[in-house]
């Protein structure tokens, strides 16, 4: 049965040697006819058709040797390929698609227990038993008739050969395209018995390699550089009460279980490509319960050849109390190292070099750039090199077991603008003397002690401006208001009037200057009211073009839905339009201005990184130019008075201090951003405004048509200090048509009224004065039955001193400096409705 198909095959393509003898006959036929026939026409038709039977033959001959040679390479190839099945290991089967057996091999024949072929069976018929057997062979089965392929591995009790318990083996099944049958399939039977019990007894080793680590008296975990923790023993878990489930499947990170900075300390290993790198360190680990467990830790790094870590080998030594042999005896140590490691203070040991020998979690936290990098574990590498000297020279006077090192304030590598002080001692260690440097980090307290400092000063400054600017007030107050008599008592003709005019316009402008100085110094009057910002920036901007010419593009942008904010509007406009043109000014060729408005909630003043800016809604309000930047050197002073970088003649230097003074009366904040060769943007955040239950919006009142006619009758009671102004006023509401009653003080001023009784109309005070200010006359005269109104003149902001008044009390309200103008139009209106 093996050998039939393959020499049927054989016979029947060997089977014409008629053909040999035919187109040989065909060759000759020609010659003996050429020999024997006449030489006539009908002989030489038949010579004729001979030959062409001859050529026929020729071509049949060559044909045939052809597929002679391709039949013989073809049974030699079939004869190899049997020699081969026949004495291979494996054992095959081939059958058509009715079932019948086509060819077995020995190795099967062997397998089946057949001594001969009538007595082979199909591997179904072979393969029989237990549910899961019958199951994979019929899924080979199956396969085989939908000519797939298919490969099962099942185990069967007893085995074929009889030899042992179990028997395990591994049946293919694959088409084949066999010639002259429908479809065959060639079934391989291998037995793996061996193989598998060579397998079972690695993973049996294996689990019990992974059973003595897990069961270990030490802890061990594996993480990557990212902290991931790919595997954990159960000794670690069993310690900080976690479920092994967890690990290794993205459920555990090293910050979970490891406390403080220790996570940040075991990432700070450091290797050159192809090292391995093993560190100690005495760590609190955290158990899922929030309790601490003293450690102590053997963290290995190999580092591939890219120079990246890969997964680390860690060991894990308990030394909580009652777990460590020798326990009197380290118990010292144990509690100096979570100490050491928990202190909230950075400290490191470093050798003479500066090489750090130990650090704690916190140092790792404050000084990462020393940890790593090119020069790595190097207490140089955390620092800026212009403070380097300081720290070479301290550690060496440690070195040289000197005491009282003075500390040294150094600034920190990195990003950020950080700071530390370091503190010095001399540390003996087993190498050789060194130092141990206890860091404090100093930034926020740098930061509050020169935003303080700063603050104090602005402070300072505004109580010199806002005292200068008061008396000057009373100064400027007396010129203007004698240039107004003089030129009451002039005509426009006059060869004096022009002289006057010139008086009176250069005190007008030192005024300007006075209003400067109280708008920085926080003392002028604000009339806030609600506003809408993008609204009033984009009335604004047509002015805005106009002052920054057509060489500067100024653009307008604004988010949607922006909050209110309650401000004075003029002060407001007045701060935008100094920003804007200290823009221009710092674009002499020519640039691009964008001023925008937005919203900002809590979480975006954390983004600003401000730290003096308390965390809350604000509108914020940018210029942004394109200029040339200011130095930082500069930066420090831009908002002090009189500070200017402008050429003589070009700026007073109180833009940005009227700007400052106005933002911070608001109640908002104003930040600077600038690069030099970059450009600058200023930064004004106002409160955002809500309007309390059933307040009302802040509506204007139309302005009042001044009197045409400001002359007058009543009596007033003139009380103030300064005698140049109190003369002028006295002399310019008594040409208007008032009785005027004078007094110095507040004192004389309770007097006058004393001698007076009921012949007082109106009172116009100074606010400040000696022995007795107005705010202190106002509350007497009220508790005297004195029911007069009363105008407050003053060169500070009207909310100076209204909280020192009687409250719900009415009165009106003049700034200094005033014309004769301005002040006979406040009395008329206070006067006239009482009249």
Excluded at 618 to 635: M, N, R, T, W
Excluded at 779 to 794: D, N, P, Q, Y
Aim: aromatic share 6%; with cysteine.
């Amino acid at each position: 049965m093996t050998d039939e198909p393959l020499a049927f095959d054989r016979t029947e393509r060997a089977g014409s040697p008629g053909l040999v003898l035919l187109f040989a006959a065909c060759l000759v036929a020609p010659v003996v006819a050429f020999s024997v026939l006449p030489k006539d026409a009908a002989g030489t038709l038949v010579i004729g058709l001979l030959t062409v039977l001859a050529v026929i033959g020729i071509f049949g001959l060559f044909g045939y040797a052809v597929g002679f040679l391709q039949f013989s390479g073809q049974a030699l190839r079939n004869d190899l390929t049997k020699l081969v099945c026949d004495s291979g290991p494996e054992s095959l089967m081939v059958s058509d698609g009715d079932g019948k057996i086509l060819y077995a091999n020995e190795a099967y024949m062997r397998l089946s227990g057949a001594g001969d072929a009538s007595r082979l069976k199909t591997v179904e018929r072979l393969f029989s038993g237990p549910p899961d057997v019958s199951e994979a062979i019929y899924r080979l089965a199956q396969a085989a008739r939908e000519g797939k392929r298919n490969a099962e591995e099942l185990r069967l009790a007893p085995p074929l050969t009889g030899e042992g318990d179990v028997g395990w083996y591994r049946i293919r099944v694959r088409p084949l395209n066999y010639p002259g049958a429908k479809r065959a399939t060639l079934w391989s039977v291998a037995d793996v018995t061996r193989e598998r019990e060579r397998h079972e007894n690695v993973f049996q080793e294996l689990q019990h390699a992974i059973d003595f680590l897990d069961h270990a008296p030490a802890g061990f975990f594996s993480c990557d550089a990212s902290g991931a923790v790919s595997y954990m023993n159960a000794t670690l878990a069993q310690w900080l009460d976690y479920d092994l489930a967890q690990v290794g499947s993205g459920g555990l990170e090293l910050g979970d279980f490891i406390a403080g900075g220790g996570a940040v300390l075991l990432a700070s290993i450091t290797g050159a490509p192809g090292d391995v790198a093993t560190e100690q360190f005495d760590v609190d680990l955290k158990r899922r319960n929030g309790q601490s467990l003293p450690t102590r830790i053997m963290h290995r790094v190999a580092f591939g050849q890219d120079g990246l870590p890969g997964a680390s080998r860690t060991l894990v030594f308990n030394r909580a109390p009652g777990e460590e042999p020798a326990e009197d005896l380290r118990a010292a140590e144990v509690r100096f190292a979570r100490m050491f490691n928990a202190t909230p203070m950075a400290i490191a040991i470093v050798d003479k070099a500066g090489r750090i020998k130990r650090s704690n979690a916190a140092f790792a936290k404050l000084m990462p750039e020393a940890l790593k990098g090119a020069d790595a574990r190097n207490i140089y590498a955390g620092m800026l090199e212009s403070d380097r000297a300081a720290l070479e020279a301290a550690i060496a006077a440690a070195v040289e077991s000197k005491t009282d090192i003075a500390p040294v304030d150094v600034r920190l590598a990195g990003e950020r603008d950080r700071s530390a002080r370091l503190l010095i001692s001399a540390a003996d260690e087993a190498d050789g003397p060194g130092a141990t440097i206890y860091a404090l980090d100093t930034t926020e307290l740098r930061t509050l002690k020169e935003n303080f400092a700063q603050s104090q000063k602005m402070q300072a400054i505004g109580q010199l401006a806002g005292g200068v600017a008061h008396d000057f007030n009373n100064v400027l107050t007396a010129i203007i208001g004698y240039s107004d008599l003089l030129l009451a008592n002039h005509r426009p003709t006059d060869p004096s009037f022009q002289d006057i005019m010139q008086i009176k316009q250069n005190a007008n402008r030192a005024a300007g200057l006075v209003r400067q100085l109280l708008a920085f110094s926080r003392r002028q009057t604000l009339r806030p009211e609600v506003l809408q910002l993008g609204d009033v920036l984009s009335e604004l901007q047509m002015l805005l073009r106009r002052l920054v010419g057509e060489k500067i593009s100024l653009d307008l942008r604004h988010g949607r839905d922006l909050w209110l904010v309650k401000a004075d509007l003029n002060q407001f406009e007045q701060v935008i339009i100094n920003l804007v043109v200290n823009a221009r000014d710092a674009m002499p060729n020519g640039g691009r201005i964008e001023l925008r408005i937005n919203n900002i909630n809590p979480a975006d003043c954390a983004r600003l990184g401000e730290e003096s800016l308390p965390h809350a809604d604000y509108v914020a309000i940018e210029v942004e130019d394109s200029g040339h930047g200011i130095a930082p050197e500069v930066k420090e002073k831009i908002f002090e008075p009189f500070f200017t970088t402008k050429e003589v003649g070009k700026g007073t230097g109180l833009g940005l201090a009227m700007v400052y003074g106005i933002v911070k009366q608001t109640g908002g904040f104003v930040f600077c951003d600038s690069t030099v060769g970059a450009g600058t943007t200023f930064r004004i955040l106002l409160p955002r405004y809500l309007p309390g239950e059933g307040e009302e919006e802040t509506r204007k009142e139309p302005a009042k048509k001044a009197a045409a006619d400001l002359t007058g009758h009543g009596t007033i009671l003139l009380v103030e200090d300064e005698e140049a102004v109190r003369a002028f006023s006295a002399r310019a509401l008594s040409a208007r048509g008032y009785t005027v009653l004078e007094a110095a003080n507040g004192l004389e001023a309770l007097n006058v009224v004393d001698r007076n009784p009921g012949t007082i109309d109106l009172i116009v005070s100074d606010v400040v004065m000696p022995e007795m200010d107005g705010p202190t006359m106002f509350g007497e005269l009220r508790k005297r039955g004195l029911t007069a109104k009363v105008i407050f003149v003053s060169g500070y902001a009207e909310e100076a001193f209204a909280k020192n008044l009687p409250e719900g009390e009415d009165f009106a309200f003049l700034p200094k400096p005033f014309t004769l103008k301005q002040l006979i139009e406040a009395v008329k209106s206070a006067v006239a409705p009482a009249a």
